[in-house]
């Protein structure tokens, strides 16, 4: 089997590729987009037409969703597979969602809901995995000096979403549409599991929050012009996360010894010990295997999916405390594989306590672990999306 694998620089990309080599499928890569991040669609398109042109691939792939792979491989009448592993993904909204040779994953089950019935035959629930091949492979390797520099109490690896929240540009709006906004903000925070965001942004809502927000989101030709999900998920469902995690560890940090490791500025938070960006695959697994806790805050726009972040820390044995997702019941025993918390006070009180019980927690993690590893791998994930993809 041949794979044209279009690559972005997306993380889960190396490993994939790692998986279907295993498996014994020729993949070739398609990589400019690596380095060049101002290509234009036609330059896509010539990028993908050129080695269908010149061989038979069995199918096209790349993690989320391009709308030009997508209307090419149409052409080409070859399979146009994606995962999508983010939220949101905006390109989603294209017409070119709707072709027959598309072959979408989507990894968020609220997400499958929203889009399946555009192209129903074409796409398909599938949750993430862990990659247990590569972290156990880092983490075989740990040495005592990384014993040292890496060991925590708690440890969160993540951005705070404040360098990056394109809500923070909102520009004076009047009085009421700031207290309607705020309204919605604390309240989401007060709950888990749910997004209720979208069902409370109306068109009109929309509309207003538009005027004030310079260089709000514009869809491109051939796009559903959905501001309302562009206002719910990429504006407020930010603004939502960046509070949620300084606030958390504001209060974590006047309690706890906590690592954080990030690009984000952490002035606001003088507790915090910042450790900078930890690197995804020396680094990384490192953390996750010598932290006692393992946070995970669950980016708001991520509506009822476990994110990657909690695949990555059970593959390298870690134990994880994540805020609760609705579909993580679906996958792991809480309280037995990993623990979740649904508010400030129980996240303090779960940490105080599996600091204070290391045998329990280490349980935890070993079982969590051994789970992920029998059924829930990166090579059974995969394995599972190429049934789909030529059994369609």
Not at 148 to 154: G, P, Q
Not at 233 to 262: C, G, H, M, N, P
Not at 311 to 319: E, K, P, R, S, V
Not at 340 to 369: M, P, V
Request: hydrophobic share 35%; aromatic share 14%.
């Amino acid at each position: 089997m041949n794979i044209l694998f279009y690559r972005y620089n997306s993380i889960c990309e190396s490993s994939i590729i790692s998986v279907w080599k295993k498996l014994g499928y020729q993949v070739t890569e398609i990589t400019e987009e690596m380095e060049n991040k101002s290509l234009l669609p036609k330059d896509q398109l010539l990028l993908v037409s050129g080695p269908l042109k010149e061989a038979r691939y069995d199918f096209v792939f790349s993690i989320n969703f391009f709308p030009v792979l997508a209307e090419v491989c149409s052409i080409f009448k070859t399979p146009y597979a994606c995962w999508i592993v983010d939220s949101p993904v905006l390109e989603l909204y294209s017409d070119a969602l709707c072709r027959p040779w598309n072959r979408i994953f989507l990894f968020d089950y609220e997400l499958y809901r929203e889009f399946a019935p555009k192209n129903p035959d074409c796409i398909f629930y599938l949750p993430l995995a862990a990659d247990i091949t590569t972290m156990t492979s880092v983490c075989d390797s740990i040495t005592k000096e990384d014993r040292a520099k890496y060991s925590s109490d708690i440890s969160f690896v993540a951005s705070l979403y404040t360098e990056k929240c394109p809500y923070n540009k909102l520009l004076s709006p009047p009085d009421y549409l700031r207290g309607y906004l705020d309204g919605i903000i604390e309240s989401q925070l007060k709950v888990y599991g749910y997004n209720f965001v979208r069902e409370l942004v109306t068109s009109e809502l929309a509309a207003e929050f538009k005027k004030y927000l310079p260089g709000f989101y514009q869809f491109p030709e051939k796009y559903e012009k959905n501001e309302q999900a562009v206002v719910a998920d990429l504006y407020i469902s930010t603004k939502v996360t960046e509070q949620e995690r300084l606030r958390l560890l504001q209060v974590l940090s006047e309690r706890f010894a906590v690592d954080l490791y990030t690009g984000s500025d952490t002035s606001g938070l003088p507790d915090i010990h910042n450790k900078g960006l930890a690197r995804t695959y020396s680094e990384m697994p490192k953390i996750f295997h010598l932290s006692r806790i393992n946070l995970n805050m669950t980016a708001k726009s991520i509506k009822s999916a476990l994110p990657l972040r909690i695949w990555d820390i059970l593959a390298c044995g870690g134990f994880v405390m994540t805020n609760f997702q609705s579909e993580i019941p679906e996958y792991f025993e809480i309280g037995t594989d990993l623990e979740t918390y649904s508010s400030k006070d129980e996240l303090i009180e779960k940490c105080e306590y599996y600091l204070a019980h290391e045998e329990e927690r280490r349980q935890i993690a070993k079982n969590g672990f051994e789970k992920a590893k029998k059924l829930h791998s990166l090579e059974g994930r995969l394995k599972e999306m190429l049934g789909c993809i030529l059994g369609c």
